[in-house]
């Protein structure tokens, strides 16, 4: 999933992998992972194998009994649990791969040690509202997790603070041992759904030494920015504000940190490119990101997060949007609180944002009013 313009979403659990000094990674797939592999191949594979270092992709292969492709995030792991053990790790880092934020991994890890914890679950603060999609912890003044819930209808607040739950940031270090065995007791049990936040943390917050690691205390922060940034993004709101959040002045995360670099691979493309400058037909782009291979042909962009290779035409108005790579809005459109898709052509003319039901019935429009053109749909919402 392309974010920020020139990033891939994978770039930033590798890229605080690679800046903590983490470097044997293995990438875990599920099946359709083609253009995830192609890209971890491309822009990854710079570690050098004769000094222990390397980021591999293990593609999805069924390898219990019953053959089954990956049940959830716990089975996963446990799959791939004869090859990890090869390496003999004393401590494993689990990341999900669909997470913005920027961690000193090698804090957390040291934490973990210091602790002689089992396990330690990083955990941030989230507005109340919000963390029914999380898992929500509660901790003692140590740090010692008391309760996990998994995605509670109610959440219980941070003591001190209605407004704020705690919860899991889906960032695990098991002890080696402690993971072998804890996977292996989820796997024989029929009922469970072998996912890590359903399965395996309640099972063993009783039981065993579970920590919670506070983020605040490892996350890497831009120069004067006090907010400990992590976002998850998995609904298409929650992206298209993220994405638009690097559009203002100063940023929460800071993707210009030379110390704390994402790293990715990048096509070679020209300048982005700035059209026209004649009556109304001038070529701008305010308050807006706009990546390399853009040409902005005599349109006007304002508070936009623009992808490669994207192309505005003539007379075109985009505002507070996402554009993904390689589309193309045509001559005189005019474009609001959207998400384009990738290699989507918009027509001429097409109004998007202006008009709810017109595009809730020709589009896709979110709860909050984000307008998403898909390739597929773009044709049918000409005018």
Request: hydrophobic share 40%.
């Amino acid at each position: 999933m392309p974010f920020g313009g020139n990033f891939r979403l994978i770039d930033f659990p590798l890229s605080n992998c690679i800046n903590s000094g983490v470097r044997r990674v293995a990438v875990v797939t599920q099946h359709k992972a083609h253009t995830l592999i192609k890209h971890v191949q491309r822009g990854w594979g710079f570690l050098r194998s004769e000094f222990g270092e390397y980021i591999e992709v293990w593609p999805a292969q069924p390898q219990t009994r019953d053959e089954s492709w990956y049940s959830g995030t716990a089975d996963a792991v446990f799959q791939n649990l004869s090859t990890i053990r090869e390496h003999a790790p004393a401590h494993v880092l689990i990341l999900g791969g669909d997470h913005v934020y920027k961690q000193d991994y090698g804090i957390m890890l040291a934490e973990h040690v210091a602790r002689r914890a089992d396990l330690t679950v990083a955990c941030t603060e989230v507005p109340r509202e919000e963390a029914a999609s999380f898992g929500v912890i509660a901790a003692d003044g140590e740090g010692r997790i008391l309760d996990f819930q998994e995605k509670p209808e109610d959440p219980a607040a941070v003591p001190g603070d209605p407004h704020h739950a705690f919860v899991s940031m889906g960032v695990y270090v098991f002890s080696g041992e402690c993971m072998h065995e804890q996977l292996k007791r989820d796997a024989l049990m029929a009922e469970s759904s072998h996912d890590f936040g359903r399965d395996v943390l309640p099972f063993m917050v009783p039981r065993h030494r579970v920590m919670a690691h506070r983020f605040d205390e490892s996350c890497v922060r831009g120069p004067g920015t006090r907010e400990a940034y992590w976002r998850d993004v998995g609904t298409l709101d929650a992206y298209w504000k993220a994405n638009l959040d690097l559009t203002s002045v100063t940023p929460a995360l800071d993707l210009y940190d030379t110390e704390w670099p994402i790293w990715t691979y990048e096509p070679q493309r020209p300048a982005a490119k700035f059209l026209f400058d004649e009556g109304n037909r001038r070529g701008t782009a305010t308050n807006s990101v706009v990546a390399a291979g853009c040409v902005v042909s005599g349109a006007t962009v304002r508070r936009c997060l623009l992808f490669r290779d994207v192309r505005v035409n003539s007379y075109a108005l985009v505002e507070d949007s996402v554009v993904l790579p390689g589309a193309e809005i045509g001559r005189s459109c005019r474009i609001k609180k959207a998400i384009i898709g990738a290699d989507c052509r918009v027509p001429e003319g097409t109004v998007v944002g202006e008009d709810p039901a017109r595009d809730a019935k020709l589009f896709h429009r979110t709860d909050s009013g984000v307008t998403v053109v898909s390739a597929a749909m773009a044709t049918g919402g000409a005018r």
